[in-house]
Structures are given as structure tokens and as C-alpha cells.
């Protein structure tokens, strides 16, 4: 059995996790963070876990931490996490980081996207990027695990076998992601508003979202030359999930049937990705952490089509995913 | 051509207002004001508004306010509205008010529930209540009109021709209503936040929801005895609409085709209620003016279900009603 | 391990009970039948389970299922059940039904509401009704349990402990529910196409819903006198979702604090039920097998308000907790 | 006054038609005809309608209908229209057609998209594409109008500067678009059933959805070489509303302040499409005629978001824009 503390439990992907981890049995929840939260009981932040969660919100040092748990998993914002992150690592525990802090390589594309200096770049060689579709063998044994982004996780899976196998043109990948609004966040805002997203759309942060360049990156290290995307999310009415079309320009005579060969060989180790020949809703994978993939050739160019819950398989689902690999559990296990 | 002020223009109801007086051929919007947004064009605040009005949000005082105008919508929230209601009514201003201020005729009730004393109470008695169906002639001639609450709306026009009649046990009505959310207005808070109220379902303020009075007062004008109602509101995850049941002892031998005729009698003459035979969906009075309503006996009792759009006729297209019967317009010019 | 069958597998309440069984430790799924869909995979039906259940949809005779599996569970329609349980049940299979054929103990309410003669009325005496907060010793032994109905298990659980008291005037009771969408099942139809509901609210079934003499029997035997409700069901546009109001005279002096100890004595032995002091939100116990209630006291008289997921413990959580205590399980198990 | 016949009154772009027409000042609704429903009041159908207007649906021969009326609308389902139109047009009726029928001006591109031999190619030359923002002089004095589709007037509106003035790759332009699902019509099917859609996403027909060469088509009468679009449309879970996002490779130097110019200055005369430079909503659309565009330069990309309401500027409004330009009324009358 082991112990896990979770910072910042009070947001959507924290309560997503907890339901997740009081489902798995290698797993006990020992001690629970919110900065605005403590001394309160965790089921009054969450009303869905009345009875099934006895902890309350605590405020511990780093040290204190340590003594009570083996893995901590982070879903502080972006920011905050690199600036506690370097006292939980040095006590020895291991870390599954939710922000974006730990997810680029490089410390000037960081300060570029977003809009500071990294805090912690001495760090950042150590951190594996916690897709296990990719990654696995160095998620094992990683102390610090940078989990994905939502939308980078439904693009990049949806992208990986086409440019590992070199057959689009990765210049110019175009993503036209959807999602649910459960991805901004569990703070009130106008744009999050009920009556202003309800039974509405639109596009927001065309060409700067900060999930470009950690798109960019994880593609690139499959590829024998630098990829280029053009990313452009939009606001759903809808709770959860997400769907990503992406569009390239083929390089090979590939038709369909060899580039669904190429995909289930690419994932057949791999038990959350389902390759399907249907067109796939989010619904189907709502509350699970499949990532459902299709694709189709249209006038020489590859569409792709990914479909994953934000909240699970875009966050707290491949958390545990990447708990289960760092602890030589089975992958599935919980989930 | 009447020109009109309208304050606290960045809400839903006024939004909801503009695009109806917009319409309206014998009204020219002249002044909106905004605390928040002075200098701001209308577009920017309501960017369903771009390229049809072309006007400013402006500070002004009550004198260059009755300088531009002839008569004047308040949006402005309770408590407010009757603090700057004196300076403006004083330069003979006609004036519709949409705050709950001047809506209860006892200074003891409005204290009780609103917790504060009532800082215009010598009004009280001018005060129109500014529902067409049972108040239409003394609205004509009014300087100040009580814009109805759009729960109240709904209840007391679905229960007006039992209590007038005499057909049901007044002292026990119970108001059973729900709401689409953008009633909870445009300021972001959690319980309106989208991922919490969207496929989401609940009661709020049980028994002492400030439209109780407002509900009991109206209704026991037309009684002969005081009307007791227990009210509960409930928040649907739609964006507009309010659908009322209610329930109450029969008193009477009379039929469901009895009933039906009282209903038709009661309302022949008020253009904006439809009585009808199958049970009404929100969405039929959505974008309208209309009220429509239904009854059925159920082992002694009489239910009655009322539908409206809480921010059209529950809010600017009963103003606007309002507005017309006090210029001496038609009554359904612009609705 | 039990083994088990599920009969008429493509309806929501199926896909909700095929999900729930994949969790149960000590159920294996071994037999699925629909009358539409035979020879296609289950997958294919339900596109969500792709890779998580290898299984076809077969036509069997009740000998072939009795010869596959320990227990049925049978999703058919009304009336269709009582045609096949017969056969079922005398090869001594044990049978958990969803259909509203066996919850009824009088052949004649049976004929009144559902304008048909019961088909198998002889073994209406044998039933145990599947609410485990009121019947869960009789469950144990029963050969064949019928699942409540999903408004019922949320009025009953909602009002069982003042009927049982003798706390309020059991022959008024009202019944205010509203239910999201789902459970109008899965064939398509205007009044549950995407356009019609969304956005909208109905009543429907005023005074006629079938559900009305379930909820009158059940309640009736922890009374002692006969049980009067008027029922008025609503449609709320979201997928999943129960809350019932309901509406009491009080007859007692007992105020809301000791309404609140009367409940939660009444409900400490049941795990699923959750007595809580705030208003709460369908949201809170969806995707669970949880029901929550709270109650209010308002001018003489007591409202309840219990909320819980139609599709778990309105339907297939309610069978694999009757699942359970039929084999000696923890209550609890997979749920 | 215009007296206008409304073929297919039943479906959703009838029920909008007939709303904006009630408001028109100068037209008269004289006939309403739909196969399944004769005989029956039109606020039957639309229960919305109740009171508002006072018409009966009818079955007559055209020769009737040429009788009564001096315009027919035609909401009719492909296929169907061109069977009927011969008969209207010979008796100097004018038209304006909602279905597909007309909008192709080559017979073989209709054989191959609706698999089906054209009806009436001979008709096809003197047809006139019903966008009025490309062809509003042509419309004036056509005899025949086909209503564009809801996806091409978003994807055509949004593309046409660019594709006229020559600065984008027309062979490969990518358009990603989302809509509303009244867009699948009114007949009840499993993909647009509540529960299955709602709080989902999905793709569909990629590659092959029928509106592809009917946007190729008519941009490519704008530009000096052929037009090839890859078009995906997607299912949003709202009522109405498209947002179409679009993709194109830049071939000239031209920054999004100097393309912000190409669009107001192309769109200056046209009263219905607003250039925004912020991203719309297709709530801001929603309920009107305007449809709503801005653009973005990225990565040597230009991309374009337009949004409208398909009902609306996507079908009805666009049809009484046609008619108001067909009769010689202002093009905003009644809009």
C-alpha cells in the first residue's frame, strides 16, 4: 500500500484523482493541500465525496510531507508548482507534476510561452514527460514526472505513429482541438460563466496557447527534424472531454488500411489507446482513460481524429497511469 | 418617438431590454449607464451588439438624465435602485424599475426580507406593481412601476383566476418552481460557474426566497383572505425559462372544463397569456412574451403549470408592456 | 465467481450495469441478448465498451441460460418480462428485473395502470420489491427481486422515514420530481430529440405517470394507514440526474433538528443513502449509487429533497447492490 | 403586402421562416403545406405558434397555390423540391428554395454527390445562388433562388476575400466546422437522441459531407483557378449555431491589419456580416442575421472564424433576405 498526498486538491482534476485513487487498491490517500482551503474537511470543497473520504485540507511543510507519504502527486497551478517542487524532491519523494512547469526542456521557450523565468531549470533534465504511450520505460523510474497537457496528450497521440514513421510533412500540422469546459479550471469567470458558454462556441488563444510548444517539442523527439503545428482550441457546452482533428499533407502512398496498420501496431502494447474505424465521440470515452483514435486520407492529405476526457486520460487518469509505472504496478491498475 | 434611459445596462435583462426596444418603433434608446463600464461603447460589454446601437455607457446625473430622456428602465440591483429613484422621479421622470425595491407596499416586510431598512419608504403607496394582467389601468397613469420578479410572474399568473374565484384553500398554495440560470444575473460565482451547474440539478433558498412576500402580497390583493405559499426554487441547467407547479385543495365541485373556461375568461382580454390544453414546455414561450398555462385536478387538488421566458416576460417584455400601457401605445407594440 | 446474463442489453440501464459488473470482482458477464441486435458484439452497441468486454449479443433459450450462468438480470420492457421469467425462474435461476412487471403486488392496480392483464400473476406473492433500505432481509432469500422504478426509489427513500414515524398526513403527499433525460430510454423520439429538450423543461404525465401506485404501495407498508401521493414528474435537460421535492403536512412538534436525527437513525445502516444538512445537487451523486436527502421544515410543513443518478441507484447500481445481498456479498462490492 | 406559401412546414427552418415573416410588414402568410400533417392547425405542429398566427396546413395543386400566393418558400427535403418546382415556376410563381436542389449548377456533381440523376437539369443555367453578399444583383431579378446551405454560407463568407483577391493557396484550403444539431433536422434518429449527443462531440461524413462541392463551386467563381476544400463537419451539443474555422496558406505579404482592410472594405456594402477584430461566439450571432468574422495570420497561415446561426443567416433569414431583394424591399426588412 501506498501513501500519497495531493497539493492543490481543491480544483477539478484533484477531486477527478481522489475518485480515481479511492478505487485503487495499492493506494491511500494520507494528506490533502489547498492554499484558501485549510482545516477543512475535504468533502465540504467536495460535496461528492461526503462519507467516502475521511481527510481534511492540511498545511505541512515539505518535511512533513515526506514523513507521511511515498509519492506526492501535484496539481498546483503553473508557477507555483516549481517553486515548491525542489524541497519535496530533495526529502526523496517522487513527484507527478499536474502544471506545465516541468513539461518543456528547454528554459527559454518556457520564459517565452510563459511569460517568466523557469524557477527551477537545473531540473528540468531530469524530468520525464509522462505520456506512457511514449515514454514508458523512463516513467519507471523517474523521480519527477511531468504529467501532460489535455490537449497535447489527445494531439500527440493522435499524431505520433504518422510522424515517428516519417510519411506526413511535419512543417506545417494543422490541430483543431474542442473541448469541454471543465479544462479552465474550477475558478469562477465571465467566459466560464453558465449563461455566457452555454449553448455557445468559440475559439480562444489562436496561435499562443501554451500547449503549442509542448506539442512541438514531444512531436520533434520522434521525428528526424523540427515539427511545426498550428493549434487552435475552442470552448465546448460541455462538461468533459476533448476532440482533436488534426490535418497533414501525406508524403507516401499509404492509404488507409496501411496507416490503420501502422496505428494498431503502433499501440498494440499500449492499453488506453483504442484504434477504431468508427468516427468516435467523446462520449465513449467520458469518465474512462481511453484515448479513441481514427483517421481517414482526404485529397492527400492524413486526418486524424482523437477523443479523450480531459479530466481522466488528459490529467488525473494518466497520473495514476504513470503512479502505477514509477511503483511496478500493472499499468491498468485502478483505472 | 419616446426617448429612453436605461440604467445598469450591462446585466442580462437589459441586454435582453435593449434588443427589444431596439425593435420597438416608437422608442429611441438615448442613455445607458453602467458603473463599471463608464466610456465603454454597448457593443463591448455586449458584443451581440455590435453595429446595432451605437452608444456610449455615460455617467449622469439625475437632472441631464431627465434632460435627454422621457422615460426610464432601471436594471440596477436592490437597494440601489431606490437610492437614486427619488432624484430622478423628482424631475418628473417616468420611471420602471426591475429591482425587487419597490415591489412589497410594507416597509416591515421589505426590512425582514432584505435585511435593511427601506430607504425610500414614502413612495411606497405611488408604487405601481407592474403586472398588465391584473393591474393594466392603474399602470397607464403610474410615474413609478414595480417591475414583477419572474418567479412571482409565473406563480401568480398561473394561480390569479383560483385565488379571484375563491376555488382553492389559499392559506397552504405550494409553489413549486424552476429556472433556467441566466435568472442568477451576469456576475461569475461558483454556483454559476459552468462545469458546476451544468448537467446539474438543485433547490436553493427553501423558504426563504425573496419572492415569498412578493408572491404572498400580490396574491392576497385578489383574495379575500391572506395568501399563504411555500415556495421552492430550483436551478435548471438551461440558459432561460421558468416553468411553475403548483398545487392547492380544491374548495370547489368544479371541473377541469370549468376550470378551463374560468382560465380563458379571466385572461381573454390579456394578449400575452395563452391558455392551453397539453402540458407546456419553456421553450414554447422562449424569445416571447407569452405565459402559457395549464391546469389539471388531481385527487382534490388543482396543479397549475406556467411557462414564461424569466428574462422577457419575467423581466424587459413585461418593461416593455409596462412602457407601452404608459405612453398610451398598444400593449404588444414591440413584443 | 457468478456468473450472469443480461437480457435486453442495449438500453442505457444495461450499458450502466454492464460498466458496474466490469468492476465487480465476483461477477463474470457470460450471456447478453437484445432482440434487435443478435450476432453483433457488444461493442457494437455500445460503442464505449471497445475493448473492455469480449462478448456477443446471442439468442438463448431459457435452458441454454440456465445451463451458462447463476443469475439473470433482465432489462426488457414492461410486459415483455413477465413472458420470459417464467421459464427462467423454474430452472431455478434467480432473477433481479428492471421492468415494472413484478413490482406491484395486485394483479388489478397492475391492469388499472398499465391497460393490460398481468401475465403471470400467480407469482406476484413470491416477489421481494429491490429496495434494500426497506427490504433487504427479505432480498437475501428471494428467488426473483423486482428493481424499483427510478422516481420511486427517490420519492420513497426520500419520505420513508416520516411515513414510517407517523410524523405527517399520509394522505396528501406531493411529489415534485424532475429527471434528466436518460431515463426516457434509448429509442429515439421527438419529444427526447437533442432540439425539443434542450433548453427546455416540461411536466408531463400529471397525475398518470405509472410510477404513482408503486410509490403508494411501498409506502403504504411502512404505514399504517394508506399511503395518497400526487406525483408530477418533469423533464430536465440533462443526461442523467434525479432530485424529488416533496411536500408534507406535519402532524408532530418535531422541529428540523430532530427531523435531521430521525433521518440519519433511520439511514446509519445503509451505506448508500447519505443524510446531509445542505441543499443537495443531483452532480453530487451522479456516476454513484449514493441517494442524498435533506429535509426542510416550512410553515408546518416538511419538505425532503433527495437527489441520486437515475441509472445507478435509480436502476443498475440498486441490481448489483440486490446482486450482492442475494449472494451473501458485502453490500457494497463494485458499487 | 406579399402573400407567400410555405412548402414543408414542419421542420425547423419553416419555424423560423414563419417567425421572422410574422414580424415582415410587408408579407402575409397565405399557405402552409407539409405531407404528414394536413389538415392540422399550424401551432399543432409548432406549439410555439399558438396564437401568433391563424393558418391550417393544406394540401393543393400548384395551380392553387399560384392562386393565393406571389412567392412560395420551399423547405422541402432534397430531391423532393426539384419535383415540385416545374409545375410552381410555369405559372410565374417565384421561388426560393431551402433544399439542395438547385445549388449545384452541374448536373454530374449532383449525380455524384446525391446518387441520384438531377430532376430538372434543364433548369439549372438560369438558377441563382442565394448568397447575397456575392451575388445580390443577380438575385434581384431571378425567377428561382437556391438558399445556400448553413455550412457554406459560414465557409464561403469566411473565405471569400481571400479567395478573391487572390492571396491564399486555393487548392488545399482546410475548414474545420461545428454546429448546432437542429442543423440534422427535425425526424427523431439515435445520433441526434438526447442522451447520445448531448455532452458529446464527434466528426461526421468526413470527406464526403455534401456540402464539399457545393463550397468548391461557388468559390471557385471568385477565384481564376479551382477551388479545393477539405471540409469536416462536427456535431456540437447546443441547438443552433455553426462556427467555422478555416485554414489557408498565404502566398502574399499582406499583414492581418492590411487583411482586416480587404475584409471591411469587401463586406462595407453588405449590412449582415460584421468584421470583428475579437473572436466571436456563435452566441453573439444566435437569434439574428449577422454572420460574424474575424482572422488571424499564423505561421505564414491566414486563418478565418465566421459564425452565424444556421437557422437564421444559415437558412431562414438569408431566404427573406433574398426575398426582401427579389421584391425590391430593403435587404434588412423584417430582419
Keep these: ?26 493506494v491511500e490517500i494520507s494528506v490533502a ?3 484558501q482551503q485549510e482545516g477543512v474537511p475535504l468533502s465540504a470543497v467536495h460535496p461528492s465525496l461526503t462519507e467516502r473520504v475521511d481527510l481534511g485540507i492540511q498545511h505541512l511543510t515539505p518535511k512533513q510531507i515526506a514523513e507521511r507519504v511515498d ?6 497551478p503553473h508557477g507555483l508548482t516549481a517553486s515548491v517542487a525542489g524541497p519535496l524532491l530533495e526529502t526523496g519523494l517522487r513527484l507527478i507534476d499536474f502544471s506545465a512547469d516541468y513539461r518543456l ?28 504511450e511514449l515514454f514508458r520505460d523512463n516513467i519507471r523510474t523517474a523521480q519527477i514526472v511531468a504529467n501532460p497537457g489535455c490537449y497535447p496528450t489527445s494531439a500527440i497521440l493522435g499524431l505520433a505513429p504518422l510522424v515517428d514513421s516519417g510519411v506526413i510533412d511535419v512543417e506545417e500540422i494543422i490541430i483543431d482541438s474542442k473541448s469541454g469546459i471543465s479544462g479552465a ?22 496561435g499562443r496557447h501554451r500547449h503549442t510548444p509542448e506539442i512541438e517539442l514531444v512531436l520533434s523527439k520522434k521525428s528526424d527534424q523540427p515539427v511545426g503545428v498550428i493549434f487552435t482550441p475552442h470552448l465546448i457546452p460541455m462538461d468533459r472531454g476533448i476532440l482533436t482533428t488534426t490535418y497533414s499533407r501525406r508524403l507516401s502512398s499509404m492509404g488507409e488500411a496501411d496507416l490503420f496498420d501502422l496505428y494498431r501496431t503502433f ?35 492524413i486526418l486524424t481524429i482523437s477523443c479523450l476526457d480531459n479530466l481522466i486520460k488528459g490529467a488525473a487518469g494518466a497520473a495514476v497511469q504513470n503512479f502505477n509505472l514509477m511503483h511496478g504496478l500493472p499499468e491498468t491498475m485502478g483505472l
Design 33 to 35: 493541500t489547498s492554499r
Design 185 to 206: 479550471g474550477r475558478s469562477p469567470k465571465l467566459t466560464t460563466h453558465y449563461p455566457e458558454c452555454n449553448e455557445s462556441l468559440s475559439a480562444y488563444n489562436i
Design 267 to 301: 499501440y498494440e502494447p499500449h492499453p488506453f489507446v483504442r484504434v477504431v474505424k468508427h468516427l468516435p465521440a467523446t462520449k465513449d470515452a467520458a469518465n474512462t482513460n481511453f484515448c479513441d483514435i481514427t483517421l481517414r486520407v482526404v485529397k492527400g492529405h
Design 105 to 132: 526542456d528547454d528554459p527559454d521557450t518556457y520564459a517565452e510561452w510563459y511569460g517568466q523565468q523557469h524557477p527551477d531549470p537545473q531540473r528540468l533534465p531530469s524530468v520525464v514527460y509522462g505520456l506512457p
Design 71 to 76: 509519492c506526492v502527486f501535484s496539481c498546483l
Design 1 to 26: 500500500m501506498k501513501r500519497v498526498a495531493i497539493l492543490g486538491a481543491s480544483g477539478y482534476t484533484a477531486l477527478e484523482l481522489i475518485k480515481l485513487l479511492l478505487r485503487h487498491p495499492e
